[in-house]
């Protein structure tokens, strides 16, 4: 699948989440695999926060579908997390700038004036459903290379946090290899914690 070239370079060259916990050469390796964040059929009432390889996320429901953002609004760095969706506008709880479905700013208070919409943007991610989940990657190539996963590892509808992800990616190392597992299952486990729907069918994985 190929992904949106609005999406293809959300992340400036050379960066790092704050406090990063990987180091300078596994980070930029790693942001370029693909994660599930969310389930598809999540209704995200409101936005949610995940944490993907150090860096905080906002995920949430548009009318178009789910988007994914940097958790951070673009005039303040309050958490958009912590905001509110209004319609087809996710709305930021510190001054209440509004963001349309592609990430811009589709309205500003007046008291921010002279401020316009175009001087705040949310670095989007691509969001691709597959499996029954939600994935996205950090720094997206041309083409979503999303793990397949077995049958064998939908336990109760919910894929088994214990499945080792099948990569193919041939530029990882053991160590890198281990480091993504490890992201994956935490992942998955976080998911199905905060998940309040009904199991998935299993054919649905």
């Known amino acids: 699948m190929t992904v949106e070239a609005a999406s293809a370079r959300p992340l400036p060259e050379g960066f790092l989440p704050p406090n990063c916990t990987y180091t300078e050469q596994d980070w930029p390796?790693?942001?370029r695999l693909w994660f599930p964040l969310v389930r598809a059929d999540d209704p995200l009432a409101k936005?949610?926060?995940?944490?993907l390889m150090n860096l905080r996320?906002?995920?949430y429901r548009m009318p178009e579908g789910i988007r994914i953002g940097r958790d951070m609004c673009p005039h303040r760095g309050l958490p958009l997390s912590s905001g509110r969706i209004e319609g087809d506008e996710l709305v930021c709880a510190?001054?209440?700038?509004?963001?349309a479905s592609d990430g811009s700013c589709s309205k500003v208070p007046e008291k921010l004036a002279p401020k316009t919409p175009d001087c705040f943007r949310i670095t989007a991610f691509p969001a691709v459903e597959r499996h029954g989940l939600i994935w996205t990657c950090l720094i997206p190539e041309d083409e979503a290379a999303i793990p397949e996963i077995a049958s064998g590892a939908v336990v109760h509808g919910l894929v088994d946090e214990t499945f080792d992800f099948k990569l193919s990616n041939d530029l990882l190392g053991d160590s890198q290899i281990d480091l993504a597992i490890n992201e994956y299952?935490?992942?998955?486990?976080?998911?199905s914690q905060a998940s309040t729907l009904q199991p998935l069918p299993a054919s649905r994985i």
Do not use: K, S
């Open 94 to 99: 510190y001054h209440g700038l509004r963001f």
């Open 57 to 59: 996320l906002a995920v």
């Open 185 to 191: 299952r935490r992942l998955i486990n976080e998911m």
């Open 47 to 51: 936005p949610r926060q995940v944490v």
């Open 29 to 31: 390796v790693l942001a």
